[in-house]
Structure formats: C-alpha cells, structure tokens
C-alpha cells in the first residue's frame, strides 16, 4: 500500500479517524478539559458529518477501532503519528491522558502495511499537532508544553536519515499548560504554499520563514478566534485550496474564499470547540497522491 502525506500538492487519498464513541461517552469534562459546550452525543453525530464530507471529496478512511478504553481524546488521531513517504512515526504524548493513543496507531500502521520507521518514548514528548511541513523535505516543530527539546531532537535523529530537516520554533504560554495550544493551532496550510494564521502568537521566525519562501498567509479574523478558542483557524486541507472548517465564522470563511478556496463546514460546537480539536486534529493522512 502507497503511503506519505507530506506533500500539500497533492489531494487527500488515505486518512485514518476514530469515532468518539463511548471512550467519549464516558470522559468527565473536568477531567479531559472539555468546556460548558461538551455533549458526548452531539460529538458522534458532529464526528459522522465531518467523516461524510472527507469521505464524498473521494479520500479513503481507515477506520481505528473505537472502544471502552477511557481514551477519549483519542478521537483526535492527528497528535500521535505521522506518515512520510519512508514510513509512520510514532510519537510520545505530551499529554499524559494520552500516552497510550500509540498502541492504537502502531495497530493501525500494522493493518495497513505502513512501516513505522521509528518511535519516542520517555522523557521525549512530541504531538504531531506541533508539526508543520512546510515542505516534503522540512518539518516545523512548536516546542510547547506538548512537545519538548528531548523530543524535537528524537525526532530530528529519527527524520535525518530519509533526507527530512526538523525546525524547531517556540510556542507562548497563552492560556497555560491545561490548555492545547498546538504550533496547528496558530497555523492552518490551506495549499502547498497558502495558509490561514493567527498572527499574534504565531512563532516570527516561523512567519519569516514562510514569507521569504513566497507563502501567501491569511491573517484569520481576530474575534472569530477569540470567540472559538482557537477553533476558527483550524481548518484541513482535503485538496490544494479545497477546505474543510467548523461553521459559524463567516469571516474567517469568507477571507478563504476571497483567496480562491472552496470551503465547507460542519458543526463542531459540541466537539471541536469544546474539546479543542477541529478537522484538522480529528484527521490523520496516511496518503496524499
Ligand atoms: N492537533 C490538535 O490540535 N489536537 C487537538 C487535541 C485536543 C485534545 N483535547 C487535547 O488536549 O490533546
């Protein structure tokens, strides 16, 4: 099986996801930091609309097997792998909650026929929320409180050896360490060089580097990101200026669509906003071709 998805050129064709089920059902808000919005039974029914609209733009979705196992941010399958055109890594949680997501995703490489070229443990925490390709051949890290120095250099050593340089660039404090602020958080690729950012905490040297290699970057309307806790920006490219957002931010949609993008939507209160992961979170491309 074709696997690497870290070419923006190309359009979705392999995705894997994991439906909230009753891991969710289960989770105490308090506990997983959900907000007010949390509804574990809107959440599924969010989730389905989300995986019709992947499904419809013609990627394949694998499904990871969904259980009573108390991992309910598991849903978000984005944050403990990624797959290269060499093969998957598998990552380290920096949430704690959430360190024992790899076993599911080293199952579902093992289904799939996806090498796993390599893996972090211990004290080396990376999430692939933090992670960036700002080219097949270079990969941004946000050093955060998800993602640490031990990590990124992990990483670095795993990714040298198949030609692929790690940036490490730093994350702020925002809101504190309960929260997740992902570097994909401030950032959404909307095309192989377009992306939608919230500029005020981006990482300069990461804006910088962007703007001296040509990227055109749509600066997201500050109260619709306020007001979705971040939500707003997080948007998944299905194809090159091909997107997928939360509803309810009609300017942060409408700059995308100024710029040439076709955008859908889905509901995500109950989901996204209040679990703080949106499309792009609750994807994990396997293959773009
Ligand atoms: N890549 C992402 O931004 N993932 C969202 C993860 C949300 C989840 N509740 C978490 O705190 O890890």
Redesign the pocket.
């Known amino acids: 099986m074709s696997f690497g998805a870290e070419d923006r050129t190309k359009p979705l064709a392999r995705v894997m996801m994991r439906a909230p089920g009753p891991a969710m059902a289960a989770a105490d808000p308090a506990l997983?930091?959900y907000g007010p919005g949390f509804d574990a039974a809107r959440a599924s029914v969010q989730h389905a609309a989300l995986a019709d609209i992947v499904a419809a733009s013609g990627a394949e979705i694998h499904w990871i097997p969904s259980g009573d196992d108390g991992l309910s941010?598991a849903v978000?399958v984005?944050?403990p792998s990624f797959v290269t055109r060499a093969g998957a890594v598998v990552l380290n949680m920096g949430?704690a909650l959430?360190r024992d997501e790899a076993a599911l995703h080293l199952a579902a490489y093992a289904d799939l026929g996806v090498p796993v070229i390599g893996r972090l443990g211990g004290d080396a925490t990376v999430?692939?929320?933090d992670c960036l390709w700002i080219d097949p051949q270079t990969l941004a890290i946000g050093r955060g409180v998800r993602s640490n120095q031990a990590g990124i250099e992990a990483l670095a050593a795993i990714l040298a050896p198949h030609g692929i340089r790690v940036q490490a660039y730093d994350l702020p404090y925002w809101t504190g360490p309960e929260a997740?602020l992902?570097l994909?958080?401030l950032i959404s690729p909307l095309g192989p060089r377009m992306a939608l950012i919230h500029a005020p905490l981006l990482p300069y040297a990461l804006w910088a580097d962007l703007t001296a290699r040509g990227w055109t970057l749509l600066m997201a309307p500050e109260d619709e990101f306020r007001a979705s806790n971040g939500l707003s920006l997080?948007v998944l490219m299905l194809k090159p200026q091909d997107v997928v957002m939360v509803d309810g931010f009609p300017g942060t949609r409408a700059l995308m669509e100024g710029a040439g993008c076709r955008v859908q939507v889905f509901e995500g209160d109950a989901l996204c906003i209040a679990?703080?992961?949106g499309p792009?979170?609750l994807t994990r491309p396997v293959l773009r071709s």
């Open positions: 997983w930091h941010d978000f984005q944050d949430k959430r999430e692939s929320g997740c992902h994909m958080s997080n679990c703080e992961g792009t979170c």
